[in-house]
């Protein structure tokens, strides 16, 4: 293993034991009210969320609230060194197990996501941002940028921050990061138009 592997690694190793300690329901709640406040501008458009799975903080409030106005998805993976894809989610859709510890829309409609909320493991107030060590959200996200506008909203627990992350070419900056704690902006993310 070279040395930034090691060192992702071991930030990956340290933040996910504060995520662990930092899980519960009143600190999900805190964060929805700043993650709805940062999407609902831009209501209408393609949103990908994710279905929690182990110690991440949890999205669905908001993404049930969002799936009134316009389509929201999950991500799906493919198979190993490739994008995710993403699959059409209504709030209490039939789910399937979609391998990896996840589960995905029983009915696999593709939707192109403009803005994402984005599981991490560990970020820094930079837009630094470590997932479980797939590639899989960095993928996708140098394909869709290179595609056109998308945000890339960084949702975690405020215990999750890391004091600057050992990062590579290929990691994917992230746009914004909610947390219990607030809201941490890299770029101006106001919509273009809410019409
Ligand atoms: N809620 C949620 N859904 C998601 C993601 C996510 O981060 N969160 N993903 C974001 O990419 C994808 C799932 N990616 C995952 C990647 C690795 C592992 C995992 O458990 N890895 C093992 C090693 C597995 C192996 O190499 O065989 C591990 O970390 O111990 C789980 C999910 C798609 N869906
Ligand atoms: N766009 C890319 N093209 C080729 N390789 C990539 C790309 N993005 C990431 N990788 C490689 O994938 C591996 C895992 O990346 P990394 O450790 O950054 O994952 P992660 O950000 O923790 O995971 P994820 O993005 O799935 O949440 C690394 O070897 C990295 O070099």
């Given amino acids: 293993m070279d040395d930034l592997t090691q060192a992702k690694a071991a930030a990956r190793k340290?933040?996910?034991?504060?995520?662990?300690?930092?899980?519960?329901?009143?600190?999900?709640?805190?964060?929805?009210?700043?993650?709805?406040?940062?999407?609902?501008?831009?209501?209408?458009?393609?949103?990908?969320?994710?279905?929690?799975?182990?110690?991440?903080?949890?999205?669905?409030?908001?993404?049930?609230?969002?799936?009134?106005?316009?389509p929201v998805c999950v991500p799906v993976i493919k198979a190993k060194g490739q994008p995710l894809e993403f699959h059409r989610w209504e709030p209490g859709c039939k789910m399937v197990d979609g391998g990896f510890g996840t589960f995905v829309p029983a009915s696999a409609e593709v939707i192109v996501p403009e803005v994402l909320i984005v599981p991490l493991v560990a970020f820094d107030r930079k837009g630094g941002r470590l997932g479980y060590g797939g590639g899989f959200y960095d993928r996708t996200l140098e394909g869709l940028r290179a595609g056109g506008n998308v945000t890339a909203i960084g949702y975690a627990f405020a215990a999750q921050e890391a004091k600057g992350l050992p990062l590579e070419q290929t990691d994917q900056p992230l746009d914004a990061i909610i947390t219990d704690e607030g809201v941490l902006r890299m770029k101006n993310i106001q919509p273009r138009s809410c019409a």
Avoid: C
């Fill in 14 to 70: 340290a933040a996910f034991a504060r995520r662990k300690d930092a899980k519960s329901s009143d600190k999900d709640a805190a964060a929805v009210a700043h993650l709805l406040e940062v999407v609902l501008p831009y209501k209408g458009r393609a949103l990908s969320g994710y279905l929690p799975i182990r110690t991440e903080i949890d999205p669905v409030p908001v993404m049930a609230a969002m799936a009134a106005w316009g």
